[in-house]
């Protein structure tokens, strides 16, 4: 079955109250990565067609997070979910098989519960199955309407539910898995006839079933996994149910985690069996860490690259790689492509630019280097600097050549 998957990013989150009015609510970043960017990997494995984020308001930040993986589609004005569908429908409506739809702010969803979404269509012959999920609180969902012999009717959203209506627990998710070609012609039979005035893809599920299209309803037990990022409160909810998830993947995995709580891992970082961290650290971007290391308390790490075996105290390190066995912190700062050999030893109030630190080099207090290349064992006294600026001329980084601080074995200093 031919498997297509539009992804809804194109609403504008007034409930985020950003002062940046190119802010798209799905760029915001929970552990670094952007919400839609979590639903694009969720989706990613189970379409073997094609991908299309729709895209509008703040359009250009969202079309940068994920036009490497997805098509983009303009919505130019944001007249609703079905709507947003809709502007599609010019690349997809002549496709045989399934659509899922899913909406760009719900950062949660799993593969796997896409998976049985898919298969619930499938298996029972549905023209469009809807994934619900019965929840404490309702407010804010779409509510999912049933008839006496409880087969889904419809979707009333909370504005336009009456008192009854709202107290159903069971609501709409946002994922749905279409009949690709009579999604689309159903589409351009949708009204704005209700309390926001705009076209609700809900609807279309109204219009399947005056058609006599079987619809179904896939639902979900982790009601967690549903959570949609309208405002601040849901996407700091959501972040800490994405922690724990990761944290508890990397524990099982054999990674010592001393306090899941506060430690804050992206999705893209590996780490080594019997690593330590040490709490309040944070580890993010695509970082790669080895085994045996002991990192934190109090470490900040992006985009890093460790081997095995160091020791990395209180310290703020990022594009930086290193080997093994080194001693870094506490009160280290290091960036700027720094690549560190091994058994080094870079202590506190250290900080190290765009610099090469050979093997054995030890500058263990008080020092600045940047744009250098230190060579193995040279012992750099404390309050050294090399720069390439001189507080008149900046060298500019085309033409720069690293500063060749010692070579081997040396010992040097300078004020
Ligand atoms: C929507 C559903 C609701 C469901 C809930 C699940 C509708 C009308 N309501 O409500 O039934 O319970 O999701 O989280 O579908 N978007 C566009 N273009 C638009 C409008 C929205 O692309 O014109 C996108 C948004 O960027 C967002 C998604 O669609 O990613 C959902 O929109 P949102 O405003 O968050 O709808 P909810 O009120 O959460
Ligand atoms: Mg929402």
């Known amino acids: ?40 990997n969720a989706v990613r494995p189970l379409v073997n067609g094609k991908i299309y984020t729709i895209v509008g308001y703040g359009g250009d930040a969202t079309k940068a997070i994920v036009e490497d993986l997805t098509g983009i589609v303009w919505q130019r004005e944001q007249k609703g979910t079905g709507h947003a569908v809709l502007q599609a429908s010019p690349f997809l409506k002549d496709e045989d098989g399934v659509t899922l739809v899913l909406c760009g702010d ?61 107290k159903i627990r069971e609501v709409n998710t946002g994922v749905y898995a279409f009949d690709n070609r009579k999604l689309f012609q159903e589409l351009d039979n949708l009204t704005a006839d209700n309390a926001q005035g705009e076209l609700y893809l809900g609807d279309v599920l109204t219009l399947f079933r005056k058609k006599g299209y079987v619809i179904g309803a896939s639902i979900l037990e982790d009601q967690k996994e549903m959570l949609g990022i309208n405002d ?51 580890i993010l971007g695509y970082s790669t860490i080895g085994p045996v290391n002991k990192i934190g308390p109090a470490t ?13 105290v209180s310290s703020y390190i990022t594009d930086t790689s290193m080997v093994n066995k080194n001693e870094v912190g506490p009160y280290s ?7 560190i050999g091994s058994n080094t030893r ?6 190290l630019k765009n610099a090469v630190i050979h093997d054995g080099v030890k500058a263990a207090h008080l020092s600045y280097l940047g744009d250098t290349s230190i060579g193995d064992n040279t012992n750099v006294g404390c309050g050294t600097i090399t720069a390439n600026y001189d507080g008149k001329k900046q060298i ?18 300078s004020h």
């Not at 900040?300 to 990395?312: A, D, F, Q």
């Not at 870079?346 to 900080?351: A, R, Y």
């Open 232 to 282: 601040r409160v849901q996407l700091a909810e959501a972040a800490k149910v994405m922690k724990l998830r990761i944290n508890r993947k990397l524990m099982l995995s054999g990674v010592t985690i001393e306090d899941p709580d506060n430690t804050y891992i992206g999705p893209n970082v590996t780490i080594g069996q019997d690593t330590i961290i040490r709490p309040n650290t944070t």
């Open 346 to 351: 870079i202590g506190n109030f250290v900080e």
């Open 1 to 40: 079955m031919k498997i297509n998957a539009v992804i809804l990013a194109a609403g504008k989150g007034t409930r985020m109250k950003s002062l940046d009015p190119e802010h798209s609510k799905v760029s915001y970043p929970i552990l670094g990565v952007p919400l839609v960017r979590y639903v694009v």
């Open 106 to 166: 719900t950062p949660l969803l799993t593969t796997a519960t896409l998976e049985n979404l898919i298969q619930d269509f499938e298996k029972k012959g549905h023209d469009a199955t809807v994934m619900t999920c019965v929840v404490d609180n309702p407010f804010g969902y779409g509510r999912i309407i049933r008839n006496e012999k409880n087969l889904v009717e419809g979707i009333v959203e909370q504005r336009d539910a009456t008192d009854d209506q709202r």
């Open 396 to 413: 500019s980084y085309r033409n720069r050549q690293r500063c060749l601080l010692g070579l081997r074995n040396n010992s040097c200093s």
């Open 300 to 312: 900040y790490l992006e985009n890093v690259t460790v081997g095995e075996g160091n020791s990395i």
């Open 333 to 339: 700062k290091i960036r700027s492509h720094t690549q």
